[in-house]
């Protein structure tokens, strides 16, 4: 049996209180984010939770706490909102002669060693296409442009591309950071080489879960019967640094994006003997058709030429 709902009810203002009460837990302060009377408020909140069928929040002393259909409300209602601000924002461009809005998604190894300056170069190229660009870890990049949340995505080559048309973009090259006077920086000349998996019983600090490094350690590990000491994930590689620079683990990062950052801190580096220490980012479109300003942009990142910014070996 279906459940059949008003939607005449669920109106845009009514959603965005119900997401004000969640985020602040007072329909006084939600009354007022929203430049409506507290009375008028509290009747909104009471129509649409007779719309939905149920309470959205408990009411109690302290103020409100959504339910687990209020929960549900609110992240579909904040999805909602963010798409119609997306709307009003395209059309604005639009007026102002911003022809084309492509969705970029891209790890953050595409992002730290070789999208910024490309994409200043492209906008310089085709002032009438804007690029929104979304980081995320290499996993979370495909399945975004595989869910049709993204148009284009950049990112290590690694995870499942079934479905997509790629193309190679780029090589970077993953290095070992460990404190200056970690054991292996004061024992081994700077430019030899160092096995990962003779570092297993040291501690780790990594991105996130879904990063291309991170799991390219983990199968390193795997592979020798060894456990990864994952001691500590960050979302960035400057957040990586400073835990290894507190003594708190060891990190391996792209030598490009990371080195400023490593010299910047006083830290040390070397070399990884593994052969998967090299890499492969790539650029991907849904296969079949691609929009023309997609297209374009996919084209260009290709054909562009560039290296990582930072060429300094030393």
Not at 8 to 22: G, H, M, Y
Not at 28 to 49: F, K, W, Y
Not at 244 to 256: D, F, H, T
Request: glycine share 6%; proline share 5%; charged share 20%.
């Amino acid at each position: 049996m279906s459940l059949a709902y008003n939607l005449a009810r669920f109106d845009l203002i009514s959603i965005r209180l119900a997401v004000a009460c969640a985020h602040s837990g007072s329909l006084t302060a939600a009354a007022r984010e929203g430049h409506l009377a507290l009375a008028a408020a509290s009747r909104r909140l009471r129509e649409l939770e007779d719309a939905t069928g149920g309470p959205l929040f408990e009411r109690h002393a302290k103020g409100l706490t959504p339910t687990p259909a209020g929960r549900l409300f609110v992240k579909h209602g904040l999805s909602l909102l963010q798409t119609l601000d997306q709307l009003t924002r395209e059309l604005g461009d639009l007026r102002q002669g911003i022809a084309r809005h492509i969705r970029l998604c891209a790890s953050t190894a595409a992002i730290n060693q070789f999208l910024p300056a490309l994409l200043a170069r492209f906008g310089d190229l085709h002032p009438q296409v804007r690029v929104d660009l979304e980081e995320q870890v290499s996993d979370t990049v495909v399945r975004t442009l595989r869910e049709g949340r993204a148009d284009l995505a950049v990112f290590v080559e690694g995870p499942d591309t079934s479905g997509l048309s790629t193309r190679h973009f780029r090589d970077d090259e993953l290095i070992l950071v460990l404190p200056a006077r970690h054991a292996v920086a004061t024992g081994t000349p700077a430019r030899q080489p160092v096995a990962f998996a003779s570092l297993l019983d040291e501690q780790w600090i990594s991105l996130a879960a879904g990063a291309a490094m991170l799991q390219q350690q983990q199968q390193a590990a795997l592979a020798v019967n060894k456990p990864l000491r994952l001691r500590m994930q960050v979302r960035s590689f400057d957040a990586v640094c400073h835990m290894v620079a507190s003594g708190l683990g060891l990190a391996v990062l792209p030598k490009a994006a990371s080195l400023p950052i490593v010299r910047a801190m006083k830290l040390a580096w070397r070399p990884l003997a593994d052969p998967w220490a090299r890499r492969r980012l790539l650029v991907a479109t849904p296969e079949g058709a691609v929009d023309e300003g997609v297209q374009l942009l996919a084209d260009f990142l290709v054909a562009a030429p560039g290296k990582p910014r930072d060429k300094i070996s030393q």
